[in-house]
């Protein structure tokens, strides 16, 4: 029998980030992508490395200014871009330049320099020799620096599936379950299971299993270990041919 996971706690904003997205406003947002324009309008700001302008995105989808500027601030409108410095044309009228919000959904569409970058690195680092402890000891030191925004969150488990859900891991919470001494199942309150619906490094831990799956486990025990109330006490990815995802339980 398959047990139903729990809803997830509330996300933990960082107190530098704009609070996490409610339904309605998600909606608004999916809702805004819905139209083929925006859709084309998004993918180009997705896959520029730096904000364009109206007139620059208009012509690389083949449509007048006047047309992509009410898209762009409709997009505006729900959070899905943002205006950046503003620049000056040849005749001395502002240009607005745009870019994609912080939280808008990357939809795997990052810059195509950086799954570069990530396959080069990862090359080196096996070319080098690096093992899996070297690879948790990156992601360890990566993890305490991400958990320091959150130290006022009320509990590591919130502040981990807020991070976690900000990196595109997609985090389902589930309860875990201990013996009593009678040998029945019950529910262990001081811990939960963190499942990983989505990994965003994808491919690469295809081929790199061992790397990449241990700077996750790195970045996961840093970020918990950071916070202080908690611990990470198993951490299953691919290459344990099980599901990818972390039990954390409370310090007593």
């Known amino acids: 029998m398959v047990d139903e996971p729990t ?8 107190p530098d980030d704009t609070p996490p997205l409610d339904d309605t406003a998600r909606l608004d ?26 007139a620059e995105i208009a012509d690389t989808i083949g449509l007048h200014p006047n047309t992509v500027r009410p898209h762009l601030e409709r997009m505006r409108d729900v959070g899905l871009v943002e205006v950046g410095a503003v620049a000056r ?4 009228r502002p240009q607005h330049r ?5 939280d ?9 320099v950086m799954p570069v970058l990530a396959r080069m690195v990862l090359a080196m680092a096996a070319r ?19 958990s320091a925004p959150y130290a006022a969150a009320p509990s590591s488990l919130e502040a981990l599936v807020s991070d976690l859900d900000r ?7 589930s309860d875990a379950y201990a013996t009593d001494a009678a040998g029945n199942r019950i529910v262990d309150p001081d811990t939960a299971v963190v499942a990983f619906a989505n990994c965003p490094f994808g491919d690469l831990a295809d081929q790199h299993a061992e790397l990449v799956c241990s700077l996750h486990h790195g970045l996961v025990a840093g970020f918990v270990a950071g916070m202080g109330d908690a611990e990470v006490r198993e951490f299953c990815t691919l290459v344990d041919r099980t599901p ?3 039990t954390v339980s409370g310090r007593t």
Do not use: H, M
């Open 104 to 112: 808008a959904p990357s939809l795997g569409l990052e810059p195509p």
């Open 128 to 146: 080098l020799g690096a093992g899996p402890d070297d690879a948790r000891a990156v992601g360890a030191e990566e993890g305490g620096r991400r």
């Open 98 to 102: 745009y870019s994609l919000a912080v």
């Open 89 to 92: 044309g040849e005749i001395g």
């Open 167 to 173: 990196l595109g891991f997609d985090p389902v919470v």
């Open 244 to 246: 990818c995802q972390v």
């Open 7 to 14: 809803a997830p706690p509330p996300r933990a904003a960082a």
């Open 29 to 54: 947002l999916f809702k805004a992508l819905g139209d083929n324009t925006r859709y084309a309008i998004y993918l180009e700001l997705a896959r520029s490395i730096r904000p364009l302008t109206t």
